[in-house]
């Protein structure tokens, strides 16, 4: 099952339960995109739902949309 981050907000992401501590770390948005992917394949999430984060925030039109989309996956710390 692909899951998508369309009804997730950043003060209710997809993973609630997964924190990635970003404050103060690099602010490349690969960079991040890596913690986070890395984050979720370490609490089990598939791979498939991993390359459809991965879709999503790659299709974003500039750094705020994509970073915005992070955080409607995970919690950022």
Do not use: H
Not at 17 to 24: A, D, R, S, T
Not at 58 to 70: R, V
């Amino acid at each position: 099952m692909t899951i998508s981050s369309q009804s997730a907000t950043p003060q209710n992401p997809l993973f609630p339960n997964i924190k990635v501590p970003l404050i103060g770390g690099d602010g490349n948005i690969f960079v991040i995109m890596s913690k986070i992917s890395k984050a979720l394949e370490k609490n089990g999430v598939s791979s498939i739902d991993r390359s459809q984060f991965f879709n999503e925030v790659t299709g974003c039109n500039s750094y705020t949309e994509a970073l915005n989309k992070c955080c409607r996956w995970v919690v950022i710390l």
